[in-house]
């Protein structure tokens, strides 16, 4: 009597067939959305008709931005304010290739302001970078120019209503920590984690960073805080899951195109080997990436 093997999608027949959905490439899926993230950027930076052909996707939707529902003097301004000053049409590009090479598109306006160090003796206010000053534990010291007192400023951020400066700020994914509860209500809460480079500068007391960065972010960095963002201010893209799938975040929707990209990554590999063969370099760099 011939033996007889029980197989499903999710068995492999006692180890007799090969399973046909546990292939290698399912082995290698990233497990978290670090690592997803990072597949998605080394398909994109190495394979360029992929690349090229997701910039086009993105482009060919987006055209300038219509203002209706308002009166042509006041959509003029619009115009210019968005079209002509601050080019927003370019900077939705690439918010969208964000969108589709992570998933996720994370941003926020940001908008221009003057810091001035107020003496807490006198009030005498001078913009910041008209004074020498020294940052530490998370204050401005200066010697006041007109009273000679030397110590703690006040510190008031006064903010410009100049359309040139006001711009769009793209988060960097691997920067923030996104939580949400799909028990509860309420938006995702999104965490920055400030890279220590950033942090370098404000130690550094590097006065173009210290000059520019909103104070919150400034005492954070020098706390060695992390910054929670108010989700009123982050316009977030994202390409929605199934509801069984929940990763406290949103999972990448590339990882599910996953055996297109390992044949991406299996080029590389055998770039790599190539490589080794020619000149005697290393395959280190294939191994890393999980
Ligand atoms: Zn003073």
Not at 1 to 19: C, E, H, P, T, W
């Amino acid at each position: 009597m011939a033996k007889q093997y029980r197989i499903d999608l999710m068995s492999n027949a006692s180890n007799v067939f090969g399973n046909p959905f546990h292939d290698l490439s399912s082995k290698m899926l990233p497990r978290n959305l670090r690592s997803a993230f990072k597949v998605a950027e080394m398909v994109w930076n190495h394979m360029d008709s992929y690349r090229q052909g997701l910039q086009k996707i993105v482009r060919y939707f987006l055209t300038a931005v219509e203002i209706r529902g308002v009166s042509k003097e006041i959509s003029k301004e619009w115009d210019v304010l968005l079209n002509q000053t601050m080019d927003i049409e370019n900077t939705l590009t690439l918010l969208g290739d964000d969108y589709v090479v992570y998933g996720n598109s994370l941003s926020s306006l940001a908008f221009p302001f003057l810091r001035y160090l107020v003496c807490p003796r006198c009030s005498l206010s001078v913009r910041s970078i008209h004074v020498d000053y020294e940052y530490k534990d998370a204050a401005f010291h200066v010697t006041c120019p007109n009273c000679k007192f030397k110590g703690e400023f006040k510190v008031i951020d006064r903010r410009l209503v100049h359309p040139d400066k006001i711009h769009v700020i793209r988060w960097n994914l691997h920067e923030i920590d996104i939580t949400s509860n799909p028990y509860g209500f309420g938006s995702a809460q999104y965490v920055w984690r400030i890279p220590t480079w950033f942090k370098q500068k404000i130690s550094d007391s590097d006065p173009f960073f210290l000059d520019t960065t909103p104070l919150e972010f400034l005492t954070a960095a020098a706390n060695e805080s992390d910054v929670l963002i108010n989700p009123k201010l982050v316009c977030h893209l994202k390409i929605e899951n199934l509801s069984g799938i929940h990763t406290g975040g949103q999972l990448l929707r590339g990882s599910q195109n996953r055996r297109d990209r390992f044949f991406v990554i299996l080029k590389l590999a055998q770039i790599l080997l190539t490589h080794r063969r020619i000149v005697g370099g290393n395959t280190n760099t294939i191994i890393r990436l999980f």
